[in-house]
């Protein structure tokens, strides 16, 4: 089949933790009218903390151990709120023209989960869109998306979740008692799945990025063609590498506190007071 549209692929592989964001950050800050819509595979070679554009760092994390375990702490220009990351997962990020995409911001996250949840089902995984923006198997959640306006370029990023450390997750975030704690830990590995516990024998993360660019080229209609980062493009990347760096920028107060630990769409853990 011949497509007329075509889409730059980045295979960027192994990433440390800050590159693994500001790579789409700086990308899309560098768009121009003749740049092409790109898209970026990456896995993050260490275990980090990433928090939501309008969060409150002091508010969200525990930092005393997250500075105990060495994990980062790389705020993002897009929404949302805390998430482990590790090298158990293969990033998805598009970094689009506006012009590309659906006007509807629920189209869009429909659009984009299609060849995630395409190649889930190719590797025998019951996945499905869960409206706005979850894709869950069975009830649990097996991947969120996001989405968001950064620099010149409309972001959407998602990944494939080979395996997650539910009792990682359940340390980084501030919690109010060990009751509360242990709550998140419980909900997590309730409510959540993986590659690792859906297929009996996992495949390997670049099995699951060449059925995934197969099905993206169905579904965009589109042509991949293999590229990397122009010297503009890596200047901007590092720019914005230096500024998610800047303690200030990663500690900044943030306008948005979130009423407790978001578990997938319908799942929460709430915190209250109670007096006798």
């Known amino acids: 089949m011949t497509h007329a549209r075509r889409i730059r692929l980045i295979n960027a592989g192994t990433l440390s933790p800050v590159r693994s964001q500001s790579i789409y950050h700086g990308l899309a800050h560098a768009r121009t009218d003749t740049t092409p819509d790109t898209i970026v595979l990456a896995t993050p070679g260490a275990p980090y903390v990433s928090i939501g554009f309008h969060q409150d760092t002091e508010l969200e994390l525990d930092l005393s151990y997250c500075e105990r375990e060495g994990l980062p702490i790389v705020r993002r220009e897009v929404g949302g709120g805390v998430v482990y990351l590790d090298s158990d997962q293969l990033f998805v990020q598009w970094i689009m023209d506006p012009r590309s995409l659906p006007r509807r911001v629920d189209q869009r996250f429909k659009l984009f989960a299609q060849p995630l949840i395409d190649t889930y089902h190719e590797l025998g995984v019951d996945a499905r869109f869960r409206p ?20 010149n370029a409309e972001v959407l990023v998602g990944n494939f979740l080979f395996d997650f450390n539910s009792d990682r997750m359940a340390r980084i975030v501030r919690a109010p008692s060990s009751e509360f704690r242990d709550a998140v830990r419980d909900h997590l ?3 959540m799945t993986t590659l690792a516990r859906e297929v009996v024998d996992p495949p390997d993360p670049s099995m699951v990025a060449g059925l ?3 099905h993206l080229e169905h579904v965009l209609e589109a042509e991949l063609f293999e590229g990397q980062p ?3 493009e890596l200047r901007e990347i590092e720019a914005v590498e230096a500024r998610f760096l800047d303690a200030a920028f990663v500690h900044r107060p943030g306008g948005l506190v979130r009423p407790g630990v978001k578990i997938h769409e319908d799942v929460w853990v709430h915190y209250k007071d109670y007096e006798s």
Do not use: L, P, Q, W
């Open 212 to 214: 995934y660019c197969n």
């Open 230 to 232: 122009t010297a503009d």
């Open 189 to 191: 590995a309730r409510f």
């Open 132 to 151: 706005v923006n979850d894709i869950h198997v069975d009830g649990k959640k097996i991947g969120g998306t996001g989405a968001g306006h950064v620099g």
